[in-house]
C-alpha cells in the first residue's frame, strides 16, 4: 500500500533545501563541503581526555552503531594515535557533575576529506555532536561515507523533554531504556517521569512500603532500577526529572496512608479515568512530616536539582467538605482552595530546599505568594506560559504537545514556545527554559507506548533544538521518515507496532487488507476514545485502534499529491497516481468489510472501510471531472458532501487523516462548498 | 506478496483432519463435541488449591492473555464460587519441589457447553493445560468460545528443552525471559543456558571474579539475574540446566585463570569460530579444586539436579605438547587423550554428587568407565544415542535439531528420537529422555535470535510432546502460522524481525521490494555462511543475510502449490496463481537489483534477484507447455537446466529454497532430468 504512495512528489522535492540532508533537530549552521569522508572497517576515534567515562562509552555506543550500519566490524579500541584517527572527540571537559539546564551542549563538528573533528566544551556536548555525526552516514555504490561539511550548533532551549505517565499504565524499565537511548538520538535531555497518579504509585518506598505494595498492583520499579535508569539518562547526557503529583491525583498513596487524606477512606486504586476527589490534607503536620520524609527518601534516588510536585486539577471537593479544613481555612483568611494549595506549596518548599530541589509543577500551582524560585509547567496554553514569564517564574511549555492526544506531527511542529510573534521583553523570554512532550497514560500500554511516541516526538525534539526559522513541514516529514528508520536501533517499537498487533488480531490470517487500512487510518482523538469506548484502566488496549499509528505516514504525502494535482490537473504522472491509490480503496473496502465481521477485536474497521470506499469512488469521480474539464453533473455535490462530511468525523474508533485532502479535490471539482478542515 | 500465495492450496485442505484445529503440541487424545462455551466479560477462574502460588499466578497471566485477545477486561480475582467459574482448574499437587524429568505434566480438559474443566496431578500440568486452552480460543461473528471437547494429554518425552549458547555471542537477560514464555507455550520444558565458550564466559562468579570480569567483554549475567531467570523459568515449568562446558571450548576461563589452562597462555577471549586448543589441564590438583569451589557457588545457583560439562570437541593438541601431561598419562597408564578426558570426568562425578547434581555430557564422554549416572546429549548422530541407550545411559537427541543451521522445519520435524524403526528394546527406549533444539550463537545476534528459534522450535516441540505418530506436514505448516502470531504475545519478535531490520538497512526507503525477495530468499546454510563470509565473533549481523528468514513461510505453500497444479494442470486456478507469482518475480528484480547496487548492506540480493527472475520466466514458461500440451522446443532443456541448478546453490549470502518446487515443475514440463532436490 505505502509503495502507491510515491515518498517524494514533485511539490515537495521542490521545497526541500539545495544540499538534502537527514538531520533532526536541524543544527544551527551547516556549510557544505564538496568531498567525502570513506567510512569503512579502518574507521577509528580517537577521544580526549581519555579518563572521561561517559564520553568513552559514548564512543564506543556510536562505534557499535556505525558498525552495524557497515555492517563490518570496527576496533573496539580507541585510536592512540589522534593524527591517524579517522574521527577526533575532544571535549574541554566532563560536563556539570549533576546535569542541569545550564549545562553547555554545544559541539563544532568539521567532517574533511581525510578525517572528521568534533569539539565540544562538554562531554554532553560531545554525545550531542556524536548523533549528528551517526545521522550524516550516508552511502552510495562505493560504500558509507560522511559529506564534508562544518556543522556549528547549540541547542535553542535547554529544557527539552518527554513526560512518561507510569501512573496510569505501568511501563516496565525496558521501555522507559529503550526510549531514553531514542530520546538521546533526537538530542533531547530530559525524562520528566510521572512516577504517581490515582491509579497507581509506582516506586518502591522503603520508609512506606503500603505505597508501592498496595498501590501498584504489584507494577512498580525497586530502588536498583530507579538508578539504573538515572544512570542509564545520565550517561547520555539526559537528565530524570521526577514527578509525585500532589495534593489531588493521590488516590494511589491513600490506599495505604489514608491518614493523610482529606476524607477518611478507605481507599483504593482508581480504575477510571478523569479528576477524582482524593486530596492530601494540607491542615495536618503529619502531612507535612510524611511527605518530608518521603521527599527525604525519593530525594536520594533523584539527584536531579528539580522535583515536579504535580498540583494539577486538585478538583476540592474533599477540603469543601472536611469540616476541619473548612474551619482551616477561616482561622487563617484563607479564602479559597487554590489560596490553600499555595498555602501547601509553601510548606512543601523548604522541604524540597532542604534536599536542594527546586519545585516545578502545573499551571495551578501559579497563583499569588508561589516562590519565585519555581518553575511553572505549561499545560493550560501559552497565555499561562507567558503570564508565568513576566511574573519572574520560568516556565516549561508542554500545551500543543500533548502525544497522547494523537495529533498530527505537523501539529506539534508549528507550536513554538517563543514563536516570533511573541510580546515577551528579552529578559523575559530568557525564562522560557524549553518544553516537553507528554505521553499521558489513560491509552497507552507497554505495547503501544513507542508508537504513540515515535516518531512524531522527533519533530517536537527539532522544534525545541533548532532555530525558530526551521518550519518547512515538507522538508521535515522528509527527514522523519528517515530518522524514524534510524531510532529502531535504539528498541523502540514503533515501526513494526502495526504489523505486529494484526498479526495476532488476526490469528495468523492475512494482515493485508487491515494493514492497508492502517496505513491510512488512525486511532480518534484522545477525548472521542474515551467517550466512545469508555475506557478504564482494565480496558486491554489490543484492538484495531490500538493497532493505527497516530499521524500515518501516508496522511501528509497524500495531500502532497493532492495538491500537487491540483497545481497541475493534466499532469497525467499525478492524476495516475491519485488513482491508482482511489481505485485500490475501493476494492479494498469488501475485503476489510470481511475481515470486521469475521474478528471481534476489528469490528472498528467496518464504518472506515465504508468511508474509504465512498472517498475512493468519490476521488476518482472528481479526477474525471477536473482531468476532463467537464463541471460535475447536477446532484453529484449533495451526494458527496455528507460522505466528506461523515469522513473526517469518528468512525468506529478510527479516522481517516487524509480526508481534508480528499475534501480539496471536491471542492476543485466544484462539488462541495469550502470550510476549514485542516487536520 | 505473501496474499500472491494462497495459505492452503486444495490439497492441503484436502489432508487436514475433519475438524481443523490450531493446537500445537497436538494432544493425546481429543474428543470433539459439537458446542460453543462462550467466551466474554463475564469469564471468571476458579482454583484447586489456592494456596499454590505458581499455580495462582499461571492462572493470572492466562487471564491477562486471554484479555488481550478479547480486548475486553476480566475479573482480576479468582472465582470464590467454582460452581459458577467459567474455568475450573484443580491439580492435585505443587508437583516436585526442584522440577525433574520424572515431574508428572499430563492434564485433562473439558470443554463443555457452560464450563470448562482442566484437571491435572501437579501444578506443571495445569500449565501445559492452560496453553492448551488458549489455543483452542476461537472466534465467530457472535464473538469468542472454546470449541467444546475432551482433551486427554501427557508428554511423549520427559526432556523437551532449547540450548541457547550465549558465550558466542551474549543474549541479554530480556531476551531470555521472553524465549522462556514462547517456551511455556508450546510446552517446552527445559532451557539448557550454554554459559561459557572459547568467546565468552557468561556469569558472574564472586567467588574467581576474572572469569566474567576478563572473560566476558562487560556481557554477563549478575547472580541476580541467573536467580531471576530460574525462578521465571520455574514458574513456567521450565527447567534450567547450566552447561559449563570442559575441559575445551574454554577459552575464556583463561583468560583471567591461565593456570589452569594446558598450556602457559596467556589467553585471550577467542574471536574466531571453530575448534581451539585451551583446554582444562586434568593433571592438576589444584585444577579440580578450582573447578570445585566454582561448581559449589554456582550450584547454589541453578537448582536443577542436572549439570552439563560439555566435554565435547577436545582438539587434544594442549595435552599432546605439554611434557608434564604426556608424563602423567605414562605415568598412569592413560593411553589416549579420550581416556585422559574420562579420568577428567571421573573426577568430576564426585565433586557433582558433592553438590547433588547429575553429569550430563556430548557425545565425546561416551568412554569406557564414565559412570553410568551419567547422561548422553548427542549431537553426532542417533547412532551415538541408540549406543548411549543400549549401554544403559539415558540419553537426549540434539543431532539434526541445530536451529542455527537454517534448515526446514519440516526438515527438523522428521527427526524422532525414537522412530518407529528403532531397534532399541522397551527397556533401553526408555532411556531415552526426548531432546533439544540447539542455537548455536555464532551467527546470532540479540536482534536475529528470536527468528532464529521461531516459529521452527514449535515444530520441533511437537515432536517432543506428541505421538510419533503425528507426522502430516502440511497440517504442521497450517498451525504454525497460528501458533507463530500467537508466540508474539511472549514478545518474541521472529514475525516482525525482516521489515524491521530492513527498514535499518534502508535507511527509511520504501522496503517492498527487498522485503518480496525475502518472503521466498533465506539465508545460506550456517557451514555456508561461515566459509563465504568468514565471520568471527566481531562481524556485526546487520546484513541481508540476517533480516532474511529460515524456512520462509513462503516455501512450502509454493511447493504444495506447484504439487496442486501438478496433479490436475488444467485447473485454471492452480495455474493462474503460478503464473502471478512468476510474472511478479520477474518483474520484481530490476527493482532489487537496483537497491542492491544502492545499499551495501544489500548488495547480497543481486544474484538472488538475477535467479528470481529466471525462475520466474522459466516457471511461466513450464506452466505454458503443461498447460497447452506441448513439448517445449527444442534447447529449452538445455538452457534452463544451468539457471536451477544455480537457483539450488547459494546466491550471495541467500538461498532460494522454494527452487526444488520449481525444478518440479519444469521435469512435469519435461525439460530437464530428475535428481535428488528434496531441500
Known amino acids: 500500500m505505502l509503495a502507491l504512495v510515491p515518498a517524494a512528489p514533485a511539490a515537495a522535492q521542490a521545497a526541500a533545501p539545495h544540499h538534502t540532508h537527514h538531520l533532526m533537530p536541524v543544527p544551527v549552521s551547516l556549510q557544505w563541503g564538496t568531498g567525502r569522508l570513506r567510512i569503512d572497517s579502518t574507521f ?80 554532553v556536548g560531545a554525545l550531542r555532536g556524536l548523533e549528528t555525526l551517526l545521522q550524516l552516514l550516508d552511502g552510495d555504490r562505493a560504500g558509507f561515507y560522511l559529506p564534508t561539511v562544518v556543522i ?35 538530542k533531547l535531555n ?45 550517561d547520555r547526557g539526559i537528565r530524570v526529572v521526577p514527578e509525585f503529583d500532589m495534593p489531588g491525583h493521590s488516590t494511589a498513596w491513600f490506599v495505604g496512608y489514608p491518614e493523610h487524606a482529606s476524607a477518611p477512606g478507605p481507599y483504593q486504586v482508581e480504575r477510571r479515568f478523569g479528576v477524582f476527589d482524593p486530596t492530601f490534607d494540607p491542615t495536618r503536620e503529619e502531612t507535612y512530616r510524611f511527605i518530608e520524609r518521603f521527599i527525604g527518601e525519593m530525594a536520594a ?25 473548612r474551619a482551616f481555612k477561616a482561622q487563617r483568611g484563607i479564602g479559597s482552595n487554590e489560596a490553600l494549595q499555595t498555602y501547601f506549596n509553601q510548606r512543601l518548599v523548604p522541604i524540597l530546599q532542604k534536599y536542594r530541589k527546586r519545585m516545578v509543577g502545573w499551571d495551578e500551582i501559579l497563583q499569588p505568594g508561589l516562590p519565585t524560585t519555581s518553575v511553572i509547567q505549561s499545560w493550560q496554553g501559552r497565555a499561562s506560559l507567558d503570564s508565568a514569564a513576566r511574573r519572574g517564574y520560568a516556565s516549561i511549555l508542554s500545551s500543543g504537545y500533548y502525544l497522547d492526544h494523537l495529533r498530527t506531527a505537523e501539529y506539534h511542529y508549528a507550536v513554538d514556545p517563543l514563536p516570533a510573534s511573541s510580546a515577551l521583553s528579552t529578559e523575559e523570554a530568557a525564562r522560557v527554559l524549553g518544553g516537553e512532550a507528554c505521553i499521558w497514560g489513560e491509552h497507552v500500554g ?102 493505527a499509528r497516530p499521524d500515518p505516514a501516508t496522511r501528509f504525502r497524500i ?14 504522472e499525478y492524476r495516475d497516481d491519485l488513482a491508482r491509490l482511489f481505485s485500490w480503496w475501493r476494492d479494498l473496502a469488501p475485503r476489510i468489510e470481511a475481515l470486521a465481521g469475521a474478528l471481534p477485536l476489528a469490528a472498528d474497521a467496518g464504518p472506515a472501510a465504508q468511508a474509504l470506499a465512498e472517498l475512493g469512488a468519490a476521488g476518482l469521480e472528481a479526477l474525471a471531472y477536473l482531468g476532463g474539464g467537464v463541471a460535475p453533473p447536477e446532484g453529484w455535490q449533495a451526494r458527496v458532501t455528507p460522505l466528506l462530511e461523515r469522513a473526517e468525523r469518528p468512525l468506529g474508533l478510527l479516522r481517516l487523516p487524509f480526508a481534508p485532502a480528499l475534501r480539496r479535490l471536491v471542492i476543485a471539482a466544484g462539488g462541495t462548498p469550502a470550510r476549514p478542515t485542516s487536520p
Chains 1, 2 share one sequence.
Open 301 to 325: 534516588l533523584f539527584p536531579d536539582p528539580y522535583w515536579h510536585v504535580g498540583g494539577d486539577e486538585n478538583s476540592g471537593v474533599q477540603w469543601n467538605e472536611s469540616p476541619s479544613i
Open 44 to 123: 577509528t576515534v580517537a577521544v580526549r581526555p581519555q579518563g572521561d567515562g561517559r564520553l568513552v562509552r559514548a564512543v564506543a555506543r556510536m562505534t557499535r552503531r556505525l558498525e552495524a550500519r557497515l555492517g563490518v566490524p570496527l576496533a573496539k579500541d580507541l585510536a592512540s594515535d589522534r593524527a591517524r584517527a579517522t574521527l577526533v572527540v575532544e571535549a574541554d571537559g566532563p560536563g556539570q557533575a549533576v546535569q542541569t539546564p545550564a549545562e553547555d551542549e554545544s559541539y563544532t563538528l568539521e567532517v574533511g576529506a581525510t578525517r572528521a573533528v568534533l569539539r565540544a566544551p562538554t562531554a
Open 559 to 572: 495531500g502532497a499529491m493532492v495538491d500537487a494535482f491540483l497545481t497541475d490537473p493534466l499532469h497525467a
Open 446 to 547: 507497554p505495547e503501544t507506548i513507542d508508537s504513540r511516541i515515535w516518531p512524531r516526538a522527533a519533530a517536537i525534539a527539532e522544534r525545541f533544538w533548532s532555530p525558530r526559522e526551521v518550519t518547512d513541514v515538507a522538508d521535515m516529514y522528509r527527514r522523519l521518515a528517515v530518522v524514524s528508520a534510524q531510532l529502531e536501533e535504539s528498541g523502540v517499537r514503533h515501526a513494526s507496532h502495526t504489523d505486529r498487533m494484526l498479526r495476532r488480531l488476526t490469528g495468523g490470517e492475512d494482515i493485508g487488507p487491515l494493514a492497508a487500512l492502517l496505513e491510512v487510518a488512525q486511532p480518534v482523538y484522545f477525548g472521542e476514545r474515551g467517550q466512545i469506548q469508555r475506557t478504564t484502566q482494565l480496558t486491554p488496549l489490543t484492538r484495531l485502534v490500538d493497532a
Open 190 to 234: 530530559v525524562l520528566h517521569w510521572h512516577l504517581s497518579e490515582d491509579q497507581g504509585f509506582r516506586v518502591e518506598s522503603r520508609r512506606f512500603p503500603r505505597l508501592h505494595e498496595t498501590g501498584s498492583d504489584g507494577l512498580y520499579y525497586t530502588q536498583d532500577q530507579i538508578r539504573e535508569v538515572v544512570a542509564y539518562a545520565r
Open 152 to 186: 556549528r550548533d547549540a541547542p535553542r532551549f535547554p529544557w527539552r523533554g518527554i513526560l512518561i505517565d507510569v501512573g496510569r499504565h505501568f511501563q516496565p524499565i525496558g521501555v522507559i531504556l529503550r526510549n531514553l537511548d531514542a530520546m538521546a538520538a533526537v
